[in-house]
């Protein structure tokens, strides 16, 4: 693998994920602005282009160990993947945040308000978070499937009301970038997680626990920006020819 100045972040981690650890601890997106080339990342984040490189070097050199290979899954198996691991831990981590959040903002509010904040940007991004994922597993899933049997059994696509699955698409990597910025603004909130001296045990789980939730993000939506997506628009279009 040839890294350089103008390779993409998105298509890299794609190929190899362990890179994405190189990335977060540089403090590069590479789900939701896994386009840009390193050098575009490195440029904005004031990163030596020639550093990131060597440690993406290091990693990619290393022996590959327990490293599951998305890229070579069919894809409506990812996306069941997606659907059962990424959106159920979702689900549950909201349900558990919340009161967590709730109770940090009534007994450390007064002194920290920034946690009004958090909870303001998490309970948002709870409540789209799960009308976004409604629409995958009611509309861009199944569509998804429906790519693969067409192929499999050699039958024409049927028709539907969105066109081409680009539109819904277009339209779920719009919404995962406004899900990017949220947790951006949360990482800032909270000093990067970083709970601060008066924290309670409450307060120092909260962190951690938006953390962990931020780092499964960001995994979830690699998976889909950077490799469920750009397979089914390239079968999609193999199909129409």
């Not at 020639?50 to 290393?62: G, H, M, T, Y």
């Not at 499999?152 to 049927?158: F, G, M, R, S, V």
């Not at 951006?184 to 000093?191: D, E, M, P, T, Y």
């Not at 709970?195 to 953390?211: E, G, H, R």
Request: hydrophobic share 35%; proline share 4%.
């Amino acid at each position: 693998m040839d890294i350089s100045e103008k390779t993409i972040i998105g298509e890299l981690v794609a190929e190899d994920y362990r890179t994405a650890a190189v990335f977060q601890s540089n403090g590069i997106d590479f789900c939701c602005q896994g386009n840009r080339t390193i050098k575009n990342a490195c440029d904005k984040k004031e990163v030596m282009p020639e550093s990131l490189i060597n440690e993406l070097n290091a990693i990619v050199k290393e022996q590959v160990k327990n490293t599951t290979d998305f890229q070579s899954w069919p894809i409506d198996l990812l996306a069941d993947y997606i659907e059962k691991k990424h959106h159920r831990y979702v689900t549950e981590k909201i349900t558990a945040i919340k009161p967590y959040l709730e109770k940090i903002c009534k007994v450390h509010g007064i002194h920290h308000p920034e946690l009004f904040a958090i909870k303001e940007e998490f309970f948002a991004s709870a409540d789209e978070l799960t009308s976004h994922m409604k629409k995958e597993e009611q509309v861009l899933f199944p569509y998804v499937r429906t790519l693969v049997n067409s192929k499999k059994e050699n039958q024409p696509l049927i028709n539907t009301h969105f066109g081409t699955i680009k539109n819904p698409i277009a339209m779920m990597m719009q919404e995962h970038d406004i899900e990017g910025e949220r947790f951006r603004k949360i990482a800032g909130l909270s000093n990067n997680y970083t709970p601060p001296a008066d924290a309670c045990n409450t307060y120092k789980v909260s962190f951690a626990m938006l953390k962990e939730y931020e780092d499964d993000l960001h995994t979830h939506i690699h998976l889909e920006n950077n490799i469920l997506f750009p397979k089914a628009i390239e079968l999609e279009k193999e199909l129409n020819v």
